[in-house]
């Protein structure tokens, strides 16, 4: 009787886990502002492409550009932001960065070539190509 019990009590246990595991699936809820992927692959790429200037212009004040490139796309920054949370919670931020990886090779071809040469310098794979 008390291992027919135990296992009653385990399959209970189980159950509730589960239950908790699937009912705690939302852990944020969707923005209602929320930038599609495509958008937000794009605007990605322009703010990889505004962050080079960081390594010319090292003592200035640059967040102009990252405001420039969210005004070009018609962005607002916490709708950048929540959308960013959104996409990361959800596990979607790997996708939408290999697309912006792929928007900015295609603005800046010698990126690629700049990319290739650094990996047989290093050995070491960049963050979007893990």
Do not use: W
Not at 19 to 36: A, Q
Not at 86 to 113: G, S, W
């Amino acid at each position: 009787m008390e291992i027919n019990n135990q296992q009653i009590m385990r399959k209970l246990v189980f159950i509730f886990v589960m239950l908790f595991m699937f009912s705690c699936s939302d852990y944020i809820d969707k923005p209602k502002n929320l930038i599609e992927p495509e958008k937000m692959a794009e605007i990605l790429a322009d703010l990889a492409i505004t962050d080079q200037a960081v390594i010319i212009y090292q003592n200035k004040n640059l967040e102009a550009g990252t405001r420039f490139v969210l005004k070009t796309h018609q962005v607002k920054s916490d709708d950048f932001v929540e959308s960013f949370k959104y996409y990361v919670v959800r596990d979607k931020m790997k996708d939408i960065a290999e697309e912006a990886q792929k928007i900015v090779l295609k603005k800046d071809p010698k990126a690629d070539k700049y990319i290739q040469d650094k990996l047989k310098n290093s050995g070491n794979t960049p963050v979007l190509n893990r």
